[in-house]
């Protein structure tokens, strides 16, 4: 009895397999590979990245109506924004170079780097929101809790 659920499974499985063969497209010529896509697709694009940080900076500025006053707080929280010159991603082939725990130590100096950087940038935020309105920082709290929920740079779908 076990030697024919053996072939029952065996065959559920071959069956599975080719109606899961079947139903996957055949390649079309010239058409790239879903893998290959996805990277192009998520290639990060600097120049975008920044039109798009500008763009939101500047429907910020306009929102909170910023005050001559203001200019020198709000130009200090724009420069502190923007990121590091020298925070830039590991090379991978060197990373796999190198040992576990020498990994390990360059990951945690990234990490450390990188909470250095958020720190500055909470500081930032902080002293700067200190010299908005009561009705500026409604609309500070506003925007920036839009942003942390996807806002737009985010796709929907």
Same mark, same amino acid.
């Given at each position: 009895?076990?030697?024919?659920? =053996?072939? *029952? /499974?065996?065959?559920?499985?071959?069956?599975?397999?080719?109606?899961?063969?079947?139903?996957?497209?055949?390649?079309?010529?010239?058409? !790239?590979? @879903?893998?290959?896509?996805?990277?192009?697709?998520?290639? /990060?694009?600097?120049?975008?990245?920044?039109?798009?940080?500008?763009?939101? &900076?500047?429907?910020?500025?306009?929102? *909170?109506?910023?005050?001559? @006053?203001?200019?020198? !707080?709000?130009? !200090?929280?724009?420069?502190?924004?923007?990121?590091?010159?020298?925070? &830039?991603?590991?090379?991978? @082939?060197? #990373?796999?170079? *190198?040992?576990?725990?020498?990994?390990?130590?360059?990951?945690?100096?990234?990490? @450390?780097?990188?909470?250095?950087?958020?720190? =500055?940038? +909470?500081?930032?935020? =902080?002293? #700067?929101? +200190? !010299?908005?309105?009561?009705? &500026?920082? =409604?609309? #500070?709290?506003?925007?920036?809790?839009?942003?942390?929920?996807?806002?737009?740079?985010?796709?929907?779908?």
């Amino acid at each position: 009895m076990k030697h024919v659920y =053996k072939h *029952l /499974f065996a065959a559920n499985l071959l069956a599975v397999g080719l109606a899961a063969t079947a139903q996957t497209p055949p390649a079309t010529p010239g058409a !790239a590979p @879903a893998r290959m896509e996805r990277e192009h697709h998520g290639r /990060f694009d600097p120049a975008k990245m920044q039109e798009r940080i500008a763009r939101r &900076q500047a429907d910020l500025k306009q929102k *909170l109506q910023i005050t001559p @006053a203001q200019e020198g !707080a709000w130009t !200090a929280y724009t420069a502190s924004m923007k990121p590091p010159a020298n925070m &830039q991603r590991p090379n991978r @082939a060197e #990373f796999e170079k *190198l040992t576990t725990p020498e990994r390990i130590d360059r990951m945690r100096a990234m990490r @450390a780097a990188r909470a250095a950087e958020m720190d =500055k940038r +909470a500081d930032a935020t =902080k002293t #700067f929101y +200190a !010299a908005l309105s009561p009705d &500026q920082k =409604k609309v #500070f709290d506003t925007q920036a809790a839009r942003g942390h929920r996807g806002g737009e740079q985010h796709h929907k779908g």
